[in-house]
């Protein structure tokens, strides 16, 4: 990532312009051509810098009020294959291996589950033990209550 | 929120194509016209359905640094802490979850610098010890949820 894809970024991080030609109006502001907005952001997006150019809905809005950060306990030394088997069920949006806190937090692996209702939610988290299995030595499911803040990534002193 | 607006929320999650007239195409993809989609969407984000559209950064791909963080607050301080770890611009998701850790939030800074000295900065501010939790490993990332 250069500094004219750092300008780029501060640019579209809070959002791409709702105009017919966004890519044109961002090229206008950078002082750059189209052509080359559009490259750099295609050789963002593959090189991964960009996961996506997408819409990022509020969960609440759709429906999805049980939103729970489930956190477990499983061994070191297998977390990575339980892990990768873990993001791979279909309801699961997030899944990390994140270090301990000991003694107050045990647990190294976390999976973001979405339910419309509770039992749905329920459902989700006992699959989750049920692959997991023995390797589960103990787990917790935080529950969000309210979203505080969600404004995405800004970076740059402007930002705000 | 009706249907189409449920159709343009499902399409808008999966990407969106880098052309001259982007919306103009995935309009024509819906039966709609461009002008319909800019307003139906602008409404979307107005109404706070959509919290963002557009380009997904990958902070720490950039150079930048990013982490999970969380905090015990009192529940008598609790709207008090909320608002100081809000005023940093560095928070980028903020959440309240049911935990003695009860505040959650979501870092990301343009070094890893800046990332310990916003974290010395909030246990400073709120009096309160900051649980760093970085990810050690990505196993999966799908921000899909079918509207």
Known sequence: MDDTDRRLMRASQAGLPLTPEPYQTLAEQLCLSKDEVMQRLTAMQEQGLIRRIAAVPNHYRLGYRFNGMTVWEVPDERIDELGLKVGQLPFVSHCYHRPRHLPEWPYNLFAMVHGKTQAEAEAQIRQIADLLGAHNRGHDVLYSTKILKKTGFRSGQSAG | ?147
Request: aromatic share 8%; net charge negative.
């Open chain 2, 1 to 147: 929120m009706d249907d189409l607006d449920r159709r343009i929320i499902n399409t808008l999650q999966k990407g969106f194509p880098i052309c001259d007239a982007p919306y103009r195409r995935v309009a024509a993809s819906l039966n709609l016209t461009e002008t319909e989609l800019l307003a139906r969407l602008q409404n979307l984000l107005d109404d706070g359905t959509l919290t963002r559209f557009g380009p997904l950064y990958n902070a720490e791909q950039g150079g930048g640094a990013l982490t999970l963080a969380a905090v015990k607050a009192p529940a008598e301080r609790l709207d008090e802490i909320a608002e100081i770890i809000n005023a940093f611009p560095e928070v980028a998701h903020h959440y309240a979850r049911n935990h003695a850790l009860n505040l959650w939030f979501v870092l990301a800074t343009e070094t890893p610098e800046q990332l310990a000295k916003t974290l010395a900065a909030i246990a400073q501010q709120t009096g309160l010890t900051v649980y760093n939790l970085p990810k050690l490993k990505e196993y999966f990332v799908n921000l899909h949820l079918e509207a």
